[in-house]
């Protein structure tokens, strides 16, 4: 049996972008257009890096492309030194620090405040582009590919393995609250006991891919309190299209109370328990940028003005984010 083959030490960075594209696109057609390649080069570079890493990266069939374990294990680590080769280029071109790439969800949103905040304290050389993604599932996604540099939301629902490439910071648990029609029975009350939405049916986002973590924390709150979660239903893009679904089948919608006004409709927070959805700033393992640390300094500065990282008594968090913010909170 021959021995295995040593992995370089140095895999050329062309290889990893062209590895990156068909893992992206899972489709050799697509991704050579992509790249501004011939499909049989494209294909001979996935080949040569198989070679060099010693396995298989992908399992090609006539009908699908899919990645092996093997493709898996490396596709984060491919990303990461694409998207620091890109940050390399740019810095080089520019002779300073291209902006900082930062989704905040949301025009109304935590994210947007505290991006609001670093921009009025930031230097003058320091730059951001702001992101609205609508989600950290995408947001994450973003990141690892090198398209973006870091976004806010839901860590600890983040499928297994991606935070491995990021690092994070709790930045504020917002109240979660329910979104009623104003002629609802229960749009009189202040607060929403969790009870009284037995026999309702909540849109969570069920079926946008770039919003999975907050349906997971949905779907973790309302199990057997008799709520029903909405059936997943096509990405709703903008506020227009969004309010015309929600008032069409007629849902109740679960957010929180950083929540953008909808005419016709009222925000009422959630008791009984009090549950808080925690919104964390994300990025890239390793990263440097002024334009993180103003964030970071931001975040800090206005959760301490407006006692965001309170608890009040009997709140309520997923056991998956008790876990992840606990283990952030403990020094180490």
């Known amino acids: 049996m021959n021995a295995p083959t040593d992995v370089p030490r140095d895999l050329d960075p062309r290889l990893l972008r062209a590895f990156a594209a068909v893992a992206d696109e899972l489709h050799f057609t697509r991704a050579a257009a992509r790249l501004y390649v011939a499909q049989q080069a494209l294909s001979r570079d996935i080949r040569r890096l198989e070679r060099e890493v010693g396995g298989a990266l992908f399992v090609r069939t006539t009908r699908q492309v899919t990645l092996t374990p093997e493709g898996e294990r490396l596709l984060p680590y491919a990303r990461a030194v694409l998207a620091a080769q890109d940050q390399l280029t740019a810095a080089v071109a520019s002779g300073t620090k291209p902006p900082l ?33 609508g989600g950290l599932a995408r947001g994450a996604a973003e990141i690892l590919a ?24 709790l930045v504020r648990y ?4 329910v979104l009623l029609p104003v002629d609802h029975p229960l749009a009189g009350l202040a607060e929403v006991p969790l009870a009284r939405l037995a026999g309702e049916t909540l849109y969570a986002g069920a079926g946008n891919p ?21 059936a997943p239903y096509p990405k709703l893009e903008g506020d227009q299209e969004f309010i015309r679904a929600v008032r069409k089948h007629r849902w109740l919608v679960l957010g929180s109370t950083v929540f953008t006004e909808i005419p016709g409709m009222v925000l009422r927070p959630l008791v009984e328990p009090a549950a808080l959805a925690p919104v964390s700033l994300v990025w890239r393992r390793g990263l440097s940028h002024h334009g993180l640390d103003a964030l970071v300094a931001a975040a800090e500065r206005l959760g301490a003005e407006g006692d965001w990282l309170a608890r009040p008594a009997n709140s309520w968090l997923p056991d998956a984010d008790e876990r992840l913010l606990g283990a952030e909170e403990r020094p180490g």
């Open 210 to 230: 770039d919003t999975t973590e907050w349906t997971d924390y949905a779907r973790t709150l309302l199990t057997g309190h008799g709520v029903q979660l909405a």
């Open 146 to 169: 090198g398209r973006l540099d870091a976004s806010f939301g839901r860590a600890a629902g983040l499928a297994p393995g991606v935070l491995d490439g990021l690092e994070h910071r």
């Open 174 to 177: 917002e109240r979660v609250a």
């Open 101 to 133: 790439r930062v989704d905040v969800a949301a025009p109304v949103s935590t994210g947007q405040r505290v991006l609001d905040a670093a921009r009025e304290r930031a230097s003058r050389d320091t730059e951001f582009v702001a992101r609205y993604l």
